[in-house]
């Protein structure tokens, strides 16, 4: 009911904005748009320092002009506000989380004290200067008490687990995919701006697809175990990376890890599943950087677990500008039992000849593997992701080929 209760005051709330624009109160509307774009107290999205951009006026106005344009959503408003991805360009998933956020931040604050209170969270008296008050629809300053973020004292909302979807159940990609190309013209427009002109002028075929995910709602379901990033998110760690310097300057070696780590989880993921960071051993003597668990689901998969007995894959980051015999004993000696013979070195660079023929001595006199991933694996994984062309594990494979075909017949 109470889920049900606050959907209905942010369809609500949105389809408020068309009123104000029939009203004349144009620039009202634009203000409270631009004002609830962007929600930093609950950091969702793709931000690194929880600080997102609120969309300008040319994007408020494309928006309210879905108001005017289409005679549907004039004589009624929006069913699903999150559609504004079919219709608007710069609109996805992200910013259909910040507007819900926006609208519904009053909930919020009383559910973050609520949890705070429940858990023995501090707190502390803030002043959040755009709270949308749902009696007035419009944006107030409210004073309340919310717990700080230590690093920066920004005010902290909390958002109920439940919420958390893995993306927008409507949204730009699923439509394109999973409806355009298959129920309108498998081999129709491509790019992203000449599609949304076309659903603007066809909103039957919107409503259509409206229809087909209403009746499909039984499987909007979240991953329990695990989330992978966006391909947003993915880029962008991606870019970080191959711009941090090598070496530990400004903990440089820290930020790689922090990157590469859930880059590596979401480009692997389902084929590798159940990565751990920082995995240590019950002694705490050994932490390796990141473990997989290998559920042979793949062809390449299934082959190192039956030459290497590779149960579990070991990655050891090294954000080093040359890689080194010692980084190769290092993992070498995490090696044995459930994680068998096989493991992978993320590096920056190809290394050096000595350190490819210790590579190659180690399978000739132990039958161990260890491949290395460089910065151009990291983009080619990237590029795959994002481009869905191939598994970027394909990426992992090709190198293990190359790595075969070196070692000694």
Known sequence: MQDNSLH???????????????????????????????????????????????????????????????????QSGFVHFESIQLFVDGISRDRISDFTCSFIKSFLVDYTIEQCEKYGIPIQKVTLDSIYDYRKNKIVSEQTHLPINPEKGDPILLIPKRWIRSI???NFDDYYSNFYIKEIDE???????????????????????????????ANCKNDPIFKPISKTSVSKKASTILKLPTGKTDNADMKFEDNACPLLATVFYP????????????????????????????DFLEEIFQ????RQIVFELKNVKELNN?????????????????????????PPKKVTKNIIDLWSGQRKCILVLTDEDI???????SGNQRLPIDVLKKRYIEFTRNCPS
């Open 8 to 74: 209905t005051a942010t369809i609500n709330s949105f389809n408020n904005l068309g009123y104000l624009l029939n009203k004349g109160k144009e620039s009202e509307a634009i203000e409270i748009l631009i004002r609830t774009s962007e929600c930093n107290e609950v950091g969702l999205g793709n931000s690194k320092t929880r600080i997102g951009k609120p969309i300008g006026e040319k994007t408020a106005n494309d928006i309210l002009s879905l108001f005017k344009s289409i005679p549907q959503v004039n």
């Open 168 to 170: 927008p159940w409507i």
């Open 187 to 217: 081999n129709g427009e491509k790019e992203r701006i000449p599609l949304l002109n076309y659903n603007r002028h066809n909103y039957d075929v919107v409503e259509t697809y409206l229809r087909i995910r209403e009746q499909q709602q």
């Open 271 to 298: 084929q590798l599943d159940f990565a751990q960071e920082q995995s240590r051993t019950i002694s705490g003597v050994s932490i390796r950087d990141l473990v997989f668990y290998n559920n042979k689901s793949y």
């Open 307 to 310: 030459k290497y007995d590779c």
């Open 326 to 350: 010692d980084h190769v004993d290092q993992l070498n000696r995490y090696l044995k039992d459930q994680f068998g013979r096989f493991g992978v070195l993320v590096t920056r660079n190809e």
């Open 379 to 385: 983009k080619m994984m990237n590029t795959l992701y």
